[in-house]
């Protein structure tokens, strides 16, 4: 091909590129292999002009082409710098296409790359969320380790957006950032904690992906959000059920006690004759009937409509969950399900049908109904055939094996060789598990010896010599019609199977037995080594039973076998010889000889291949394989008792929350039946009602501040419930204002509620014990209330109040609620109930219960060490015989919690006594506190006494001044902290004090090298220097080189946190982590020289 016409073909699209493509042709060399080279670089020419061109026309057409030479596999990383350039370009293909291109090479051109990130951070502000998610796509996909601080930035941003798209490519973008740098993995968790707290059911399926990859060993993050997940379920898109169904398998394993306990009916009748009753108690008490969790029967209900998905990855993961989970009697429904994706392509069916073979080991009942639906079609591939043959052997009963027997006498004669002999297999399992046939599949194998087919003969050869190990005595004739085959059969495996049948039972054909000894020593050195080995454990048979005939036939095979090429012959020979053969050097085993070749042989166990599969979970990779395939994750055995099922119920909280308006309003509905007698009565209950509300509202709460969503659906629930009100009435008038006042009144209730949410919370908790019985299953149980808000709430409500005086008309909201759910739902189990019920201002609320409801890590511990180092307060010449000395006992204050406790004790060393010594005049810095000790009345002399003071020294060294006065004297002292003695030490763990490490870097950070003599950075000697200088506890670390200490400053609570981290050689780092930057950065300085030095 010529370069001109190359350069021609090039040409694609727009007026200005083929006027660029004709500049090009124009300067082209006519010249061969140079023409060639000097074609490929003006053609990369002309692509950077067209890039570099005003029209979006020529830039997308040169994009498309730069596309599609990737796609071919030809380099174009020379035009990255022309690419980048048109990174920021507005039109949305272009950019794509660059955001492809950038994706491919920035690995490769790592600098480059880095010049368009301040693109992508702007773009990630962009208006349109399209945008926003590819920058991020993108920004998580440059593989370059430098921008991993921009990528957890971008990551956290995104996953606040307001758009679901872009919090789902938030969650993707985790997994790329955590293989990138798995020391983020505190911070990612923190991530998907908050992503899964996520109403949308675009993220859901992403983030719990996240969740896999990064920690799905956190099984507690899953605790308030598995119901929500369940209900949401059935709305994800078809890959995020694949993902959740798989990880709520994983939980339901850990958290429910197993469905599948068994009673064992024989032996509670088979009761010993002499146990006595209190005995029958104990056993019948161990022996509870088991009542299924109602959060496992939540997931199994919500996931059975997914086995109608036309997606089959869906249909197989409901089917695990099914068969890993859920009663054996409920298991049943997912056969017809798993039988119709066997309808599908050869590939899916090929994965069902490995599946449907392991479960068909176990529970055969479940598809013996579909027996006919794994009939062999001749259009199947070998693989199919050979997995539907397999599932056809463990249905085999009495009841179908004559079918299956003339089922698999066509399949015999099949062409695909293969096939037939994986048949003649199956039939010698069938007669060796099913005796009633045992003697027709021998029969029927022993008429395919005559078949022409070579490997259908071998095949049935080896089958016999497993049935006939079985019951050897009786099938003679079968032994002697194979050692006639034996001339004509070449497969080594069937020459070998009849060569150790006639061995085994050489006593019960002694006539024909030397005679094939003869026959196989003559082919001896022309057979395949498996069948000279069993020519040699023959002859050696032979040789012990019948030594007369066969002693120089032997003699002249073990000669041959002696200098046989292989190895394993020859062993076998020198050791057949040394025990079979007597002479001087054959030592005691030649006695047992006849034992050792003739000892009676168990019989084979043919068991199905798949048998020991069931240990992976169904549908993975690891099952498919079987064997553990890198990023499995196993399955754990049922708890023996039930991890505490309240871990779910955040939300069942907040269906109380939900609910309450109901309540609210059907109070108010028969109050105002009860009293609209008179207009002038009705104005006065509206006053009464407004005080009341306010206190039913602090105690109800609604949720609904949340967020629009959730104060819409309260509003229009509110507005039904006013509806009914308006008909129940006797005037107009009295409806208008009725409504009108309680408008003013909802306004009023917003207004208070910030502040009274606390109050609602811990009454909420106080009556969550009194309303367990009714609400304290699941929140989907709201919708079933608000359905049958009608008519038995306000006629109930109304009977009360009659029983009740005419003042008491405040009851507690409480029992008011307690009666509409017992009136609504008697015997609700409301996880049972539908989805929808999972309201957004009830989601909402549950997110803010979730965050304030976080355990905190900061645990005071003991100290590790208490200085026994006292610092002088007042000399004996000064205090004029009274003298003083103060230390920091390193315990938490009994005068308060932020103050830090010091431990004076105060010396007469005059000769009188000193009485009345107190503390006078406190000249404390703005903010400090002072709590003092009582007076002492007397001190006599040569003694001292030990007082405690709480100072509150407000997180800072400033000196407290004060004085020390006696009856005559006032002396001025003062106490100046070590910053060490600021603090209280921690208890934490590795992992959190990575994760509050991780959210004090930055500014929050100091650090400084440490040099000192090897010895000096012993643990031991880390340890006593650190705790001598500050009050900070030691945390267990994994890693030999680095120590953490962790306290928190008294007064403010601000968590400290010191690393040492050991380098090569003489040096380490000291790094502190604090909010509290000046206390940091004092402490970093005192603790420098104490670790440099020796």
Known sequence: MSSNSFAYNEQSGGGEAAELGQEATSTISPSGAFGLFSSDWKKNEDLKQMLESNKDSAKLDAMKRIVGMIAKGKNASELFPAVVKNVASKNIEIKKLVYVYLVRYA??????????????????????????????????SIRVPIIVPIMMLAIKEASSDLSP??????????????????EQKEMLIEVIEKLLKDKSTLVAGSVVMAFEEVCPDRIDLIHRNYRKLCNLLVDVEEWGQVVIIHMLTRYARTQFVSPWREDDGLEDNEKNFYDSEDEEKEKSDKKRPYTMDPDHRLLIRNTKPLLQSRNAAVVMA????YWHISPKSEAGIISKSLVRLLRSNREVQYIVLQNIATMSIQRKGMFEPYLKSFYVRSTDPTM???LKLEILTNLANEANISTLLREFQTYVKSQDKQFAAATIQTIGRCATSITEVTDTCLNGLVCLLSNRDEIVVAESVVVIKKLLQMQPAQHGEIIKHMAKLLDSITVPVARASILWLIGENCERVPKIAPDVLRKTAKSFTNEDDLVKLQILNLGAKLYLTNSKQTKLLTQYILNLGKYDQNYDIRDRTRFIRQLIVPNEKSGA????AKKIFLAQKPAPLLESPFKDRDHFQLGTLSHTLNIKASGYLELSNWPEVAPDPSVRNVEVIESAKEWTPLGKTKKEIPAKKFYSESEEEEEEEEEEEESSDSSSDSESGSGSESGDTGSSSEDSSEDSSSGQESETGSEADTECKRVSQRNSKTKKKSDSEDGEKKNEKSKASESSSEESSSMGESSSGSESASESDGEPAPRKVTQAKERKPQQERHPPPKDVFL?????????????????????PSLVADLEGLNLSASSSVINVSTPVFVPTKTHELLHRMSGKGLAAQYCFPRQPCIFGDKMVSVQITLNNTSDRKIENIHIGEKKLPVGMQMHVFHPIDSLEPERSVTVSVGIDFCDSTQTACFQLCTKDDCFNVN?????????????????????ERGALTGMNETSA???AAPQNFTPSMILQKVVNVANLGAVPSGQDNVHRFAAKTVHSGSLMLVTVELKEGSTAQLIINTEKTLIGSVLLRELKPVLSQG
């Open 819 to 839: 009666l509409d759910l017992d009136d609504f739902n008697p015997a609700s189990t409301p996880v049972a109930l539908p989805p929808p019920a999972l309201s």
């Open 384 to 386: 199919i055939k050979t």
């Open 1009 to 1011: 090298t440490i040099i």
């Open 318 to 321: 409901v089917a695990q969950l």
């Open 165 to 182: 798209y872009v919090r789902k490519n938030a969650a993707h973008a985790i997994q790329k950032l955590y293989s990138l740098d798995p």
């Open 975 to 995: 106490i100046q902290p070590p910053v060490g003695e600021l603090l209280l030490p921690v208890a934490m763990s590795e992992k959190d004090f990575k994760k």
């Open 107 to 140: 690995e490769e051109q790592q600098d480059l790359a880095l010049l368009s990130i301040s693109t992508f951070q702007r773009a990630l502000k962009d208006p349109n969320q399209l945008i926003r998610a590819s920058a991020l796509r993108v920004l998580s």
């Open 589 to 592: 085993l030649s006695k047992y």
